[in-house]
């Protein structure tokens, strides 16, 4: 373990602005995806869907299916053992209850969503398997929906899981509930506080779901081999999650599957979770063939996968007239959809960390709802949370009449401050970002004049991010190189910044490494790629790794150059004797010692520390009030990122992650029917960010090392998606003095805002 | 039904049996195994299946099989065919302008079929050339950068 502060000078290949070592295979269309592959024989799978919102399942009959010529298997629920409620697989802190993955992939009974799958078909070709699905006969007795959290916890409302009493009200509800759980976090009189301070901001705001919108829609092969073992090819952001889940919903004894991680693309946390994947390999066992499934855009929308939860946020938040903050209060209500959903407790503690406040009453409500079961996206409910509190904290400096960044530095949590948990910050830099926004010219130049109202925002964001366990080892070939294998698959550059740590600590040139990742039979059990831990955990248990390697070399150095292993030096590919000047090449070395049998380093993070996330946004925007269209102008974010491994994959991940942010800020937004149906499940209608949308976002790259973890790297990839819309809100007010506080912030609402103040300052 | 169809991929002359229900996209990937073209929502809202057609991108999505015949299609496996990376595909590794590459492909095509007709164009009208092709991962500004790089010129000041 070392500071990253002391060695960074060092420093040879890590921090390198170093091209992705797998660019190549992408370019050129090389780079393979689950539905790229073909074998002989393979049929493929169709999923049939739920039309209804909520309605119970009375029958289902795939014997006309099953008759189809060419059809080759059918599943439903009745073909997969029944889980109970809690039966836990390891995830992270949390776990994850395979009741509810089982939900997700094949609906038994009940359908709680339209588009969740009741059954699956192989066929020949996908035309063959798609004829099928319209010959499943399906008897529902449509149930009533609750399609917001309004109705759905209504006195009178259906309830989805009459299994679920909300958790976190005493005494224990005697009637279940809607609500799944109710947090609250709590430290000194948060209302009292609120009621004496001088100046205080209330806010509301609405957030519609949206969608992580990877560009490869969910997919799968799935192969079973005539002694019964599986193998899975998968786009999934955990090769051991999914083959824990797909294990789980099949009653498949780990030792008999192996899921294979393909090229990613895309995933932001809606491919932690399997869809469809158990379902492939059930039909691939029942048809004795290779079987791929490959899901539609318009499922991938439209229920078949988990977007991120919609909510209703209401902060209030008071200040003395010194600037300083009092109080703190907070209700936040997630719509889950259709299953329970994450806590809302990160989320919580996220909105308000960056805060120095002594009163704080924080409370957390979890909500079904008859839409699809919201899964992760990006720092998951972090950017609904600051939309809420970064416009609050906007309308306090309003109210004090105070720069928004003076505001912020007067209030900013420091290393040790409290956080909303209760325990001391650990080492940030905070303070640092804010006085870099200070001095860059984003903030210091004077908003250039236009045609339109033109505004600037401020927003900050939070993020804590997780660890858990990553693993790896090395092995080095014939010519002395090392070839690492590693537990996690390659969302954001992984595969680079790794071979920048290996080149590094073998003090080697990142072309001679050879990374890839291992299936989950090649590799130590590693989590998922979430939560910003991968770059974090991966670089610890590559560094334990590259060093056990380089301890079993330098045993044989020694030996080959017969002097004591610790009178040896090691640098460049090279040990050599401290005295009498003998040497010996990684390259000889293997050569001389290749039938000694094999040198296998090996490396585990379980604990690192956390490294937490934090960012700063600037952004300004131009808004047509004829139109209510924003136009965002100039877009800069500041990040801690403790050390950049590669400040080109560090911008890679803060540009995408700010833009997908604008996109939600502006124009993503998922638009029910009364019937629970996605009006616009495409890619036309649901309006993803294009190249003309956006512009060039600036990134500033502030270092803050965190202690106690292997070169102070922090976790880079989530935070840059949080503050963008508060940025782009606070922006919005700044230029036209009225408050958005409906997201996307399209330009319908724009104008309905506008208009409606713009009609109260007329009436008065 | 299945049907014999006669088109120029990539500058070699094929038969290929398709399915009258094949669209070109289907026709490369399932029947020619030229997976390098993706397909990331099959109605033309994306750009991820992006080739080009007498030059001019489409999306292989919208085109029928049966429309192929007597046209050239041109796809990613074309454009670096003598295993030299294109000036495209060079700049967009080295300006960090493929992330999870399942956009990329069709960027390229949208890219080269800009720079074959206009060798140095404004940021403004690369930012136009690739607004059909989402890119979830990057943000754009980096793939405008190496687009731009290529080109050479105006652009490059104007998008630094």
Redesign the interface.
Known sequence: MSDGAELAPALKVIGQRL??V????????????P??L?FPGMAHARLLRSPHAHARILRIDTSRAAALRGVLAVVSAVDFPELPVGAMIPMGELGYDMWMVAQINMARRKVHWVGQPVAGVAAV?A?VAEAALALIEVDYEPLPAVLDIASATAADAAVLHEHIFTKGIEPRPRTPSNVCSRIVIERGDAQGALAAAPATARLSVQVDTAH??????QAVVAQVDSNGFATVWASTQGQFTAELMIAAMLGLPASKLKVVPM????G?GGKIAIHGEAVAVRLSQKCRRPVKL?F??EEVLQGGSGPPAAVLIDIAVGAGKDGKLTSITGNYRLDAGGLPGLSPSLVMQASAALYQCPNLNLQGYDVVTNKPRTEAYRAPVGIQAAFAMEQAMDMLCQQLGMDPLEFRLRNASVTGSTMPIGTPFPSIGLTTILERVREHPCWRDPLPEGRLLRGRGLALGYWRGTSMTSAGHITIAGDGRPMVTMGAVD???TRTTMAQVVAEEFGLDVEDIHIHTGDSKSVGYSDGAAGSRVARTMTAALVEASRDALTQLRKRAAEKLQCAADQLDYASGMFRARTGGAAISLAQLMQATLTDGAIIGRGVSTKLPLGVEIGAHVCDVEVDDRTGLVTVLRYTAFQDVGLALNP??V??QM??????GLGWALTEGFDYGPDGRLRNA???DYR?????D?P??DCVIVETPVPNVPYGVRGVGEVPIVPPAAAVANAIARATGVRVTRMPMTPERVLTALKRVRASEYST | MKVLLNCTINGEEQSVLADTRDTLLDLLRDRLGLTGTKEGCGNGNCGTCTVLMDGAPINACLVLAAEVPGRSITTIEGVSADGALHPLQQALVEHGGTQCGFCTPGIVLAAKALLDENPRPSETQIRHAIAGNLCRCTGYGKIVEAIAAVAGSAAQEESR
């Open positions: 091209p992705r797998d660019a190549r295979e992408r370019v050129t269309g090389e780079a393979r995806y539905a790229d073909a070709d035309h992580q919108g990877y560009l490869e829609p090229e990613i693309g895309g932001f490959v539609s855009r969302l954001s550059g080109a994959a911008e890679g540009e995408g992650s700010v833009v997908q495409s890619l036309l993803m960010p294009t190249a003309l956006v060039k976002i």
